[in-house]
C-alpha cells in the first residue's frame, strides 16, 4: 500500500511541487513565536471581598473579553500570545466568587481563558499592566467591588441553615416506624465529583467549537503494512496511531465525539493482511462514511530518498468538499506552529482517503520520517504531544 501512496505522491509532486521547494525558507518555530507574547503563569489569591487571578505573559498583551450566561463566565481574549507547556491549563478556585479557571490555545495567534464567576455583570473588572518591570501581565479582579460612582456593590451573600423549630413528638405509627428504618438504610445518593469538571469542559468545549463534533482519525497504515522506516528503524505506523491517540484524547477532553479507523497494530479492512490496497483504503472510508463525521483526518509520516527533504504538508482532494482545503490549511498550519517545522503548503492530491470520504477530509503529513532530525522529533514524547495538539488547533480553528 505504500508503494500506492508513493506513486501518487510523486505524480502530485512532479506536477505541483517542483524539486526546487525542498529548499523553501524554513519556518522556524522559535522565529515564528518571537514577536508574539509567551504566557507564562496564572495565579490567583482571594480574601473576604474578592478573587483575583493574574495572568503574567513575557511581553505587552492586548486582549479583549466577553460575557456569557450575565455572567456565569466571563471569557478573555489574549491576543498574538502562545501558552506555555509548563502552564497549568486549570485552577479549581471555588471561592464565594470563582469556580475553576481554565486557560488554552484557542486559535494560533490566541490564548483563552474562562473563568466560571458567581458575580453580578458589574462586579468584575479587567485590566492590564505593562510597565519596565512588569513586561505583561492581565489582572482580574471578581467579588465584593466598588463601581464607579463609589457605591459598593452588594452580592448575594449564603444563607444561613435555619435553626429547626421545637417540634411537639407524637408517637409514631408502626408504619411510620418501619419506614424511617427504611430510610435510614438507603444510602444517601452522593453527587458525582466530576460532574463540575465535565461541565465545565463542556462549557469551553462549546467556546473552542468543538462540542459535538463527529471526527474520524485515520492513523496510517498498520499491520502488516509499516509505511516508511526511518534512518533509526523507527516505523510509520506506529508514529500515526501515537500521534492520533493523544489527538483523540485532546478532541474528547473538549466535547468531540472521536472515531478511529483503527486503534491498534492492525489493518481496518476485515480482510486484514489479505486485503487488497484499495479494500484496505475503502475500509477506512467506510468508518467515516457510515457515521457521517463532520470531518476526517488521516495522519501520516512522509519519506522521501533524499534524506534532506524536510517539513509538513497538508493534502486535500480538490474536486470533493469545498472545505476540505481550509481543513487542510488549519491543521498544517496548526502542526507548523507546534513543531516547528518547514511549510511545504497545502496541496492537492488524488489520494483515495481523501477521494473516497463524504465530508471535509484532509491527509496530514506530519514530518519526514526519512529526516534524521524528524525522526527523532516525531519518536519523542513532546513531538507527538505537540504534533497532536497542533492538528487540534487547527481543527479548533477550522471549527471556530
Request: without cysteine; charged residues 50%; aromatic residues 0%.
Given at each position: 500500500m505504500k508503494r500506492l501512496f508513493f506513486l501518487l505522491y510523486i505524480t502530485a509532486l512532479a506536477v505541483v511541487f517542483p524539486f526546487a521547494a525542498l529548499t523553501a525558507e524554513a519556518s522556524d518555530f522559535g522565529d515564528r513565536v518571537s514577536s508574539m507574547a509567551e504566557i507564562t503563569g496564572i495565579?490567583?489569591?482571594?480574601?473576604?471581598?474578592?478573587?483575583?487571578i493574574v495572568i503574567d505573559a513575557s511581553k505587552p498583551v492586548t486582549y479583549k473579553k466577553m460575557v456569557l450566561s450575565a455572567p456565569d463566565r466571563v471569557v478573555i481574549d489574549i491576543a498574538n500570545a502562545w501558552v506555555s507547556p509548563k502552564l497549568d491549563r486549570q485552577l479549581d478556585l471555588d471561592t464565594n466568587f470563582v469556580g475553576t479557571v481554565k486557560i488554552a490555545q484557542f486559535d494560533p495567534q490566541t490564548v483563552r481563558v474562562v473563568v466560571e464567576t458567581k458575580v453580578g455583570r458589574n462586579n468584575y473588572k479587567v485590566f492590564g499592566l505593562n510597565s519596565g518591570t512588569v513586561p505583561g501581565r492581565i489582572v482580574m479582579d471578581f467579588g465584593n467591588l466598588t463601581d464607579s460612582s463609589g457605591a459598593k456593590i452588594d452580592l448575594p451573600e449564603k444563607t444561613p441553615a435555619a435553626k429547626p423549630k421545637a417540634e411537639t413528638v407524637k408517637p409514631k405509627s408502626a408504619k411510620q416506624e418501619q419506614a424511617q428504618k427504611q430510610e435510614k438504610k438507603e444510602p444517601e445518593k452522593s453527587k458525582d465529583p466530576t460532574n463540575k469538571d465535565e461541565e465545565l469542559d463542556e462549557?469551553?468545549?462549546g467556546i473552542t467549537g468543538l462540542k459535538g463534533r463527529k471526527i474520524v482519525l485515520d492513523p496510517g497504515h498498520g499491520g502488516s503494512d509499516s509505511g516508511a522506516i526511518g534512518p533509526t528503524g523507527v516505523m510509520e505506523k506506529s508514529v500515526t496511531l501515537r500521534v492520533a491517540n493523544e489527538v483523540r484524547r485532546l478532541l474528547v477532553k473538549e466535547g468531540a465525539t472521536v472515531y478511529m479507523t483503527r486503534e491498534a497494530d492492525i489493518e481496518v479492512s476485515p480482510?486484514?493482511?489479505k486485503a487488497t490496497d484499495i479494500e484496505e483504503l475503502q475500509a477506512r472510508c467506510d468508518v467515516a462514511n457510515e457515521v457521517n463525521a463532520d470531518i476526517f483526518v488521516s495522519i501520516h509520516m512522509d519519506s522521501f530518498t533524499n534524506r534532506a527533504a524536510k517539513g509538513t504538508t497538508g493534502y486535500y482532494y480538490s474536486l470533493g468538499d469545498k472545505r476540505?482545503?481550509?481543513?487542510?490549511?488549519?491543521i498544517r498550519s496548526g502542526v507548523i506552529d507546534q513543531i516547528g517545522t518547514q511549510s511545504r503548503g497545502t496541496q492537492s492530491c488524488n489520494f483515495y482517503v481523501v477521494k473516497h470520504t463524504d465530508m471535509p477530509a484532509t491527509l496530514l503529513e506530519v514530518a519526514f520520517i526519512s529526516n534524521e532530525q524528524e525522526e527523532k522529533l516525531l519518536d519523542s514524547e513532546d513531538g507527538i504531544r505537540k504534533a497532536a495538539q497542533g492538528i487540534v488547533d487547527g481543527i479548533a480553528d477550522y471549527f471556530g
Open positions: 495565579r490567583d489569591s482571594s480574601d473576604a471581598d474578592k478573587t483575583r462549557e469551553l468545549a480482510k486484514r493482511a476540505s482545503r481550509v481543513l487542510a490549511d488549519k
